[in-house]
């Protein structure tokens, strides 16, 4: 149980357009995701914190326009790069708690590599 | 702060050589979750194990072994009889509670363990 998915798993795009990455709780609902950056040979960092029907909360120094989550159900969140360039290249990972039951440990998706031309 | 600390950047041993990473970490919680994730090449985080703050018990499955020592605050984490399978980035992690009632996680810098053969 609890397994997270993301699509798609690797994409690359050109400069200026924009890209989504879905993240998917499988066999349960997910009140609360989060969307982590990792930057070759470092650890994750964390981007946004999101809620089922409400507005992400981003870490200090993310951009919300460039960054675009919609947390539209209990099953789906989406990271919408926009208007990407080459140094947002990156591996970008979603994770899902557990609701109530356990709120302390998040469930990892597989991750999605971003290439920008 | 560093709240999470892997001092060891990459180690590197041969294969069925033990192996120790160590994790130490600092919270002003009392309820807190500590966890050890594997990621392979491939990226997606494997989960190792998670232990909370009132649970010293340390553990051993298989050929792993974890020592949680709260008067440190270290949870280190042997692998004995390396394999070349082990091979990996391997992070320590911290989940506390927040003042919006959410847990985050604080990952470690992470440690990349080279099995040689």
């Known amino acids: 149980g609890a397994v997270v998915s993301q699509h798609p798993s690797w994409v690359i795009c050109k400069s200026g357009t924009s890209v989504k990455i879905e993240c998917r709780s499988l066999d349960f609902q997910a009140t609360t995701m989060f969307w982590y950056r990792q930057f070759p040979k470092q650890s994750l960092m964390l981007m946004a914190t999101s809620n089922e029907g409400s507005k992400a909360t981003y870490e200090q120094g993310v951009e919300k326009d460039k960054f675009l989550i919609n947390h539209a159900s209990l099953t789906l969140s989406t990271l919408t790069v926009t208007s990407a360039h080459p140094e947002d290249s990156s591996f970008y990972i979603c994770s899902a708690t557990l609701g109530w039951t356990s709120p302390y440990e998040q469930y990892f998706g597989p991750g999605t590599r971003l290439t920008v031309t | 702060a560093q709240k999470v600390t892997q001092a060891q950047t990459e180690i590197s041993v041969v294969e069925k050589e033990d192996v120790t990473l160590d994790c130490v970490y600092e919270?002003?919680?009392?309820?807190?979750?500590l966890f050890w994730y594997k990621q392979p090449p491939s990226g997606e985080l494997v989960f190792l194990i998670r232990r909370n703050s009132f649970d010293e018990q340390n553990e051993i499955s298989g050929r792993y072994s974890w020592n949680f020592q709260k008067s440190t605050s270290s949870f280190n984490f042997t692998i004995t009889a390396s394999q070349v399978v082990d091979s990996a980035v391997y992070f320590c992690a911290l989940s506390e509670g927040t003042t919006s009632g959410t847990y985050k996680y604080i990952f470690g810098t992470g440690t990349r363990l080279k099995v040689l053969a």
């Open positions: 919270t002003r919680d009392t309820t807190y979750y």
